[in-house]
Structure formats: C-alpha cells, structure tokens
DNA sequence: ATATTATTAGAGTATATACTCTAGGTAGTC
DNA sequence: GACTACCTAGAGTATATACTCTAATAATAT
C-alpha cells in the first residue's frame, strides 16, 4: 500500500480512537513509523488530510443513500438505508465529533459539508415520499416531510454523541457499532404515527430488533425520579 | 465585582464567541487585562472554569425545568419550557460544542453531564405525560414516550449545531438566538401526530410563529434536487 | 549507465499553551 | 503600626504542535 493511503487510513483509525483534537501530525508518522518530514511531502497540512477523509466519507454515505427511481421502496431498502447510514457515521465517527472546529478550520470542508448535509436531507426526505408511495406510511403533506426529515437527522448525527457523553461507562471508549445501530430504533418512533394498518404491525416488529438492551433501557426508562 | 466572578464571566463569554478549544488561559487574562498569575490564583486550571461554568449552566436549567405537581400544565408552560431550553443553551452554547473533549478531560464534569443529562430526560417524559393529563395529547404507552423524549433531547441538542454547520452563511459566529429558537418548531413537530381534537388547532398555530424565516426554508425545502 | 523524479529520514524551528514562582501590594483588624 | 489574609503582576518554563529544510536513497525513464 502507497505511503500516502496508510497515513490516511491511519489518520482516520487515530482519530477515531482519541479524536482529532488528541492526534497530532507526529503522533501519525510515529504510528506508521515514519517521519513527519515524510508525512508533510504527501499532505501539506493537517486539513488537508481531514479534507481528503471527508470526501471518502462523502462518497461512502452518498453511495448508501442512492435511491432507485425505477421502483418502489420496500421494508428491506428502508433497513439497508438506515443500518449503512450508521455504518457510515462509525467508521467516521471522529468527524462528527469536532465538526465546529473542523469547518470552521477549512472553508473547503465548510462548503463541502453544507452540500453534503443537504443531499442526505433531500435524500431522507425522498425515502419518506417513497414510503408513502409504497404504502407504508400515510402520505404527508410537503411541510411536515421536511421538518420530520431534518429531525430524523438531527437525531441520526447526535446519537452517536449521546451515547459517549450519556453512557454509563466511564470513557466513552468504549462504544460500539452494535450500541450505535440501537439509532434505529430511534429513529423508527419517528414513523410510528404514520404507519398504514397494512404495514404497522410488521414495522414495528422490525424496530423491536433494535430496542436498545437492558443496560441503556435501564438508564433511559429509570432516569425519571 | 470580584476578579474570580470576572474570570468565570468573560471565559463564558470568550468561549460561546471563540469555541473552548480556541480560547486559551492567557487569553482570557488578557481580555480582562489581568496576569495569568492572577487567573491562577483564582482557579487551579482550565477544566476548573469550565467545570464552574457547567454548574451555573446545570443550575439555570434546572430551574427552568422545575415541573408543578400540583396543577394541570398548559401551552404557557409548555412554550416557556421550550424558549427557556433554548435560552440555556444559547447561553452555554460553547458546551455542547466540544461536549465530549470537555467529558473526557474531566471525570467530575462527567458524571455530572451524565445526571443532568437523565434529569432533563426525565423532565421531557414528565412534561409529554402531563400534557396527556392535560387533554393537550393523546395518552401514549410508556415505552413510546420514553423513545420520544429521548428524540426530543437529541433534537434540542443538535439543533445549534446543524444551524451552525449547515447555515448557509460562512462562519458559524453570526447566528442569533433567534435563529436558535426555530427549534422549537422542529420539536413541536414531534407533537403533530399526537395531539387531541380540542388542541390541534391552537398547537399547530404555536408552532407556525416558529416556522423559520425565510432564507433557511428555502434552504431546507430546495435542497432537494 | 545516467539523468531525473519520487520518496524518505531526521534534525530542527517558531509559536503556542497551560501553568509556576517570586515578589510585592491592599484592606481590614487589633 | 504591624499583622494577616487576600489579591495581583509579570517574568518565566516545560512541553507540545504544526510544519520546514536539507540531504540522502529508491524508482523509473532514456
């Protein structure tokens, strides 16, 4: 493997354990046992690694969220959809963590991101009006899709980050990709209201797969005092 | 007023303008035009500012948060505690900003993000309960509730930061708490599906006073391609 | 074989950051 | 007026960080 994709393989693989706050250019030529002085021949800068990150973290995601025009939606797609959506948030996971900082580092990844954000809203909402269009859930109008739609997001972004700051656990370390898809749940309460009798009972058979387990039940349903 | 209230005030303010990570102990002193001896004289280090900062923070919403047991609540307090919230949260916006950074430099901040975290939780639950008592909502099973507090709290949260990372401006420093207080209309969205005959109407009128102003409709509303 | 280009090592640097240390000033009290 | 507790200045420091520079080595083309 190229010198230049191990530093970014590893780049991502640091930043993810610690964060990009904790990993410094000579923690990953140290890692990958070479020299900053080599490091630097392949990236100017720090951004500019993150920026190349993010452009595959792009092109994942905007790969997953491809929705077919040809057909309808069915249960499974909605499934892949949301089960690669945090496949993706995971193996990225530092980004979302020091997003501020990152966009407000490289006005590259500002607008990058910002158009980014932008299809996966478009895309979330689309899979609604598939949905609907396929008979699992009642059609909506224009308004209330979108508003759904962004909160869907902002619960998907933010789950992850629940998790390490609300967890039990004393480091947030800790966490896995099995933790993280309990997200869907989460997000499948979002349709609940909106299920057609056709489909309720099967859909909601579906979010009971990923019902968070005991412990993080326990934390969430005995939280009340 | 005393030097130490001083340190406590201005690290707030440099922090929600700048970010923690780009505010330094010596740059604090220097705005208040004191010696960095000083500022150490008053506290032992950073993480002991901040973790200050989040006492005042956790008690401002706590206090806002405090629900009567002994009455019905009405669309009042329901619209306080969402402004409130909001209010909070733009008041200590810097915190959610590195939220995890901040958890993993200091165990005592930690723990107590963690109970407060579960004590707001627990107020959401509260207040979707007594809105049901109230004849506002529809009665929901406990465990749809919880899961729906749960979304609420993730939309609160990261409400600021998608405005500041998708906003179309260039940087994130020129959004207002007006801006911020649209989030009340994404949260009320939750409600939609929910709510009773006799309140629909006057909800969804609340939530329309929310309804973002033009420039960010447009952009969530075309982004669709 | 030689010239050229791509890659690498490794020492080094300017700047920043969190924090320390000493010496001295102020305010109140007996 | 001296004692004490509190407060402040300001120079200084150890460490870290992002990044540079030069020289050497490997790969490739001619």
Redesign the pocket.
Known sequence: M???DKILLSSLELFNEHGER??????IAAYL??????????F????DIIYEIFLEYEKLVDYYLDIPEDRHITLDDMTFYLESVFDGLWSYRFFHRDLEYLLDSDPRLRQGYRKFTNRCLAAIRRIFEKLAEAGIIEPQPEELRAAMSLNVWLVITNWMAFLKTAHAAKDSASLTLIDLKQGVYQVLTFEIPYLTPAYRERVLALREKYRPTLPEREFIETACK
Chains 1, 2 share one sequence.
């Open positions: 190229k010198t230049r904790n990993v410094t250019t000579n923690h046992v070479i020299s900053p002085g080599n490091l630097y021949y392949h100017r800068n720090k951004s």
